[in-house]
């Protein structure tokens, strides 16, 4: 079977997101939004909507954050979204002031949304309020900068000093901050994004393992692997074999063209 022409076949026949609405509204902590080009929200789930105190998602429809939220809080948000359609790029694990008008803090993620053409049409993203902070929004700022250099350098090495340096705070205050923020440490984080990597080397090219290892900031091929697999589940190399047959051609008798 090929199992990506199986899964877009299924999801083509799909004329209504009630059931995926459904969900979303059942996750009781996250946030979860859609705007187009212009800001305004087209989706919303409960949490997002009592954020907005409204109770329904139809009023908040065609309207933009600032229509809800304060008007520096609502640039703020509007920077970020122009940020991820003009870069094409997604904003990860960041850190801001919450919707509401007091003084917590929201992990948040965008990402763009494309069109059937490819185009960016728009952005959606996810956050949740951290409760129990009490630093300032400094500090914020500058953890959310670590997060940035992580995933923008993590082909280099990234030593906790350095990074807790970047923060302004010793290395046990990182990593407990990293724990009740994105609950992992920082080394682990960092396993995360460069497997991730490593996976999207592993599907568009033809580099070797060993050398995607290299690029993706592992010491040698077997830490590489070792790591990929606990994550994963799979090795690289048959990760990669998976891929490859799901992507080839199919036949008209149904099988994978060599």
């Keep these: ?49 009592e954020y907005c105190q409204v109770n329904h998602e139809r009023e908040t429809l065609g309207k933009t954050d600032y229509d809800f939220f304060p008007k520096d809080r609502a640039a703020l948000y509007v920077q970020g979204d122009q940020e991820v359609m003009q870069s ?5 694990n960041a850190i801001a002031p ?5 003084d917590k803090m929201i992990v948040y993620s965008k990402v763009p949304v494309t069109g059937k053409d490819g185009s960016i049409i728009g952005v959606a993203g996810i956050h949740r309020i951290v409760d129990g902070l009490r630093d300032t929004p400094h500090w914020y700022g500058r953890f959310s900068k670590v ?25 046990s205050q990182l990593e407990r901050r990293f724990q009740q923020l994105l609950g992992t440490s920082p080394g682990e984080y960092i396993l995360r994004v460069r497997v991730n990597a490593g996976r999207a080397l592993l599907e568009t090219t033809d580099r070797t393992i060993a050398d995607i290892a290299l690029a993706v900031g592992f ?12 994550m994963m589940s799979c090795s690289p190399k048959d990760f990669r074999d998976h891929h490859r047959q799901q992507s080839a051609p199919v036949s008209r008798g149904g099988k994978a063209s060599s």
């Design 1 to 49: 079977m090929n199992t990506s022409r199986f899964q877009s076949d299924f999801l083509s026949q799909i004329g209504d997101l009630t059931p995926f609405r459904q969900l979303l509204d059942f996750v009781p902590d996250v946030a979860f939004f859609m705007k187009d080009r212009a800001g305004r929200f087209v989706m919303h789930n409960r949490r997002a909507c």
């Design 88 to 92: 094409g790029r997604p904003i990860i």
């Design 98 to 102: 919450a919707p509401e008008n007091s």
């Design 219 to 230: 010491y040698d091929h077997s830490h590489f692997t070792r790591t990929f697999k606990r």
């Design 147 to 171: 997060i940035d250099h992580i995933h923008k350098h993590y082909g280099e090495e990234l030593d906790l000093s350095g990074l807790a340096a970047r923060t302004g705070v010793s290395q």
